[in-house]
């Protein structure tokens, strides 16, 4: 059992080096290019999507997204060509729901009941629950919290609260496998992919504008490429996450919800 805690325990370190994947400037990686052969284990996985760089200098995108420059879709290829282990791809769209405590147990269940480290979990993100994928920086101008509804006043989704005991320890009820540890970040630390949405992105554009609030005054297309400029790192930007749920189910992720 150590092999199963040490795998994931380390993910919580190496996911900080994650954070540093580039958030600016075109794609260098070409489109076309293949990524075989596949990885083959979570870590090797997660080095291969930390090494793709994101586009995120757009200054203004279309509603439907016809060319793939304009989505991430290198970092998709990878995800999708995964052949380390079980795969699983959550449909996620309720804030407020318990998406994020969902995963959390499905992943501590692969690892440690059915001894699967090498699990791969992706949340296919929109509605409401897409809001935890922007930073606080567009929480704060587009007052995203009055969106959230509740009592959410900030994007404390991508906040990970201390583990309170060692993470070797995984039957700890207050440690860093537990319902204490819920959040965004802390299952990216894991190995989580989140997905993002473009459609989703155009509708909350589309939906600020008509609620007046739009402090730049910006039009649809531009406060969408803002919004998506602002996606939190290591997110992975679908031209449409219904579509791409799609290509999933044919490469051989469980659908959940």
Not at 123 to 133: I, M
Request: include cysteine; proline fraction near 6%.
């Amino acid at each position: 059992m150590k092999f199963k805690v040490d795998r994931r325990g380390a993910l919580v370190g190496f996911g900080v080096g994650l954070m540093g994947v580039a958030q600016s400037g075109p794609v260098t990686a070409a489109i076309e290019a293949t990524l075989e052969p596949a990885a083959k284990n979570l870590r090797e996985l997660s080095r291969v999507l930390a090494g793709i760089p994101r586009r995120r200098d757009f200054k203004a995108v279309p509603m439907i997204l016809d060319k793939p420059d304009l989505w991430d879709a290198v970092p998709i290829a990878a995800v999708l060509a995964y052949k380390g282990g079980p795969k699983q791809a959550w449909d996620n769209t309720e804030l407020a729901g318990p998406w994020l405590n969902g995963m959390r147990n499905s992943v501590n269940a692969q690892i440690w009941s059915f001894k699967e480290p090498n699990f791969l979990c992706v949340s296919a993100t929109h509605g409401s629950a897409h809001l935890a994928l922007f930073d606080q920086d567009m929480w704060d101008k587009y007052q995203l919290a009055k969106l959230a509804g509740g009592n959410i006043s900030r994007n404390t989704f991508i906040v990970a609260p201390p583990a309170s005991h060692d993470p070797g320890d995984f039957q700890s009820a207050e440690g860093a496998f537990s319902s204490k540890n819920n959040s965004v970040l802390a299952l990216q630390q894991r190995g989580v992919v989140f997905m993002a949405c473009h459609n989703t992105i155009w509708e909350l554009s589309e939906r600020l504008v008509g609620v007046e609030e739009n402090p730049d005054h910006l039009a649809v297309d531009a406060i969408a490429a803002e919004l998506t400029n602002h996606l939190i790192p290591d997110v992975v930007l679908t031209p449409g996450m219904v579509a791409t749920l799609v290509k999933f189910q044919q490469s051989g992720f469980a659908y959940s919800r």
